[in-house]
C-alpha cells in the first residue's frame, strides 16, 4: 500500500501516513510505532507462509529477538506450518509439556480446561452436574 504525502509547510504536523495518530516532530520513522509493529508482524507471518521455518530463522531474516516470535506465538497469532516436528522449540504445554506450535496449551489439554470450566459453574448444583468427557479429565488429571 502506498501514500502520496502532500507537500509540507511549517504549519503541518507530523501524523503516521496509515493510521493518522499524531507524532512529535522529532520523531524519526515515518511510520508510528503502532504501525511499524503491526507491519512487521504480518511481513513475518508472510515469510512464515512462504518459507519452511523455526523462530530461530525467524528473528535471524528480521533481526527480531526469538522472545518476540515465541511471545506471537504464545498469544496464538502465528504458527508454524506442518506437524510435531516442526513444532518451535522450548514451546511446550504448559499442562502436560507436550510440545506445541501456537498458544499456551495443546489441544487436549484446552479441551480439558473447558470441560473444567463448565463443571466449575454447575457445581452449584451436583447433582445435576453432567459433561462429556469426564472420564478424560479424571485420567489427566487424577481423581478430584
Known amino acids: 500500500m502506498r501514500y502520496v504525502r502532500k507537500e509540507k509547510t511549517e504549519n503541518d504536523e507530523?501524523?503516521?501516513p496509515q493510521c493518522g495518530m499524531k507524532l512529535h516532530p522529532t520523531y524519526?520513522?515515518?511510520l508510528c510505532p503502532i504501525c511499524l509493529e503491526r507491519n512487521l508482524f504480518y511481513q513475518?507471518?508472510?515469510y512464515i507462509r512462504e518459507n519452511d521455518v523455526n523462530e530461530q530463522d525467524v528473528a535471524e531474516h528480521f533481526n527480531i529477538s526469538t522472545q518476540k516470535v515465541r511471545g506471537w506465538i504464545r498469544e496464538g497469532r502465528i504458527q508454524y506450518k506442518g506437524d510435531d516436528k516442526n513444532t518451535i522449540s522450548g514451546v511446550k504445554c504448559r499442562i502436560c509439556g507436550k510440545p506445541i506450535s501456537y498458544g499456551?496449551?495443546?489441544s487436549?489439554?484446552?479441551k480439558l480446561q473447558q470441560l473444567q470450566v463448565v463443571a466449575k459453574l454447575r457445581k452449584a448444583?451436583?447433582?445435576e452436574m453432567h459433561y462429556l468427557g469426564k472420564e478424560n479429565l479424571e485420567q489427566h488429571f487424577g481423581n478430584k
Open 125 to 127: 448444583d451436583p447433582a
Open 14 to 16: 507530523k501524523t503516521c
Open 44 to 46: 513475518v507471518k508472510d
Open 28 to 30: 524519526k520513522d515515518e
Open 104 to 106: 499456551v496449551t495443546c
Open 108 to 110: 487436549s489439554c484446552h
